[in-house]
């Protein structure tokens, strides 16, 4: 608990003065005022966070998360919990939607084990952080115990503070885990106090029948389980998953560092909630990728009164959002860096109205 305890004192809020100087720069560049949009706004919100009035985003770091749920024996997911173990392997071969998109980006991508059902054979770039052998089945007890939550974020705040020390200009966050849309939709009802079947969709592709099951087993979880919440860290406890409390912690240290967290999806959405559920001050670090499809992630995304960048039609999870968005952040700041001022280029300003 020290550390995350000692993590949560860390954050403070961003750089708000310099955001208006940002602001200024930006007025007096060659464009009419506002005329570059949402780059803008995202020029001036990474100055804040970062405290840098020329910031550098060069050094791009996705961490992607893995853990089984022990919810998957209710049937919840179109896959087998299996897929969660293969897909590892495969974002260790370079395989993945996430791989791709991530090269793309010019991201590292970095892969940890935080509660995989199985032991993996030891494969090089593997960040072994295993809590347990997956979640127990919410739909009967708790999915993890009290400890167990505080370990999964703390398991997540190591896994950044090691790659930290590496060099990081930003990160995105990621995750893999048959029946984690199941454990995301419990979370997210409860912290934002919604109905289930408001926060719900179809995860890996159920059908309409499969949905009024998942549904089923979400409020029975809930029912058995009585997640507090007012309390964060109970409600992870309750019907969580690993990966969901590492992403908490990797958002939570990242944002104790002063690093901008682009936010993937749905269950990186769970996560973001938690996190800014514990400590407020980490929601002015997030910066929203996209809107899933998942109809849970638009609840999230108002909670947190976050406005995505990219709205694709995707659900894959990974990352890939993340990995998506960083190049236009990356755009947002060269406009600010490189671009001509009205002065610089003896170009005429707006006449006076």
Partial sequence: MDILTQTLKNITSINHLLMQETQIRLDNLTKPQGSLGRLEDLAKEIAGITGQKNPDVSRKVIFILVADHGVTEENVSAFPKEVTAQMVYNFLSGGAGINVLAKHAGAKVVVADVGVAVDLAQKNGLIVKK??????????????SSDQAIQAIETGITIFENEF???????????????NTTASSAITAVLTKNDVVDVTGRGTGIDERGLKHKISVIKKSLKINQPDHSDPLDVLAKVGGFEIGGITGIILAAAARKIPVV????????????AYTLQPLSK????????????GHAVILKKLGLKPILN???RLGEGTGAALAMPLIEASLKILTQMASFQSANVSQKLPQ
């Fill in 312 to 314: 694709l039609g995707l």
């Fill in 165 to 179: 020390k590496n060099g990081i200009d930003i990160i995105g966050t990621g995750e893999m885990g048959i029946g």
């Fill in 131 to 144: 809590i347990a052998c997956g979640t127990r089945n919410m739909a009967k007890t708790a999915a993890m």
């Fill in 284 to 295: 002015e670090y997030m910066i929203a990728s996209h809107e899933s499809v998942e109809k």
């Fill in 263 to 274: 936010i993937d999806g749905f269950n990186s959405g769970a996560a973001a909630l938690i």
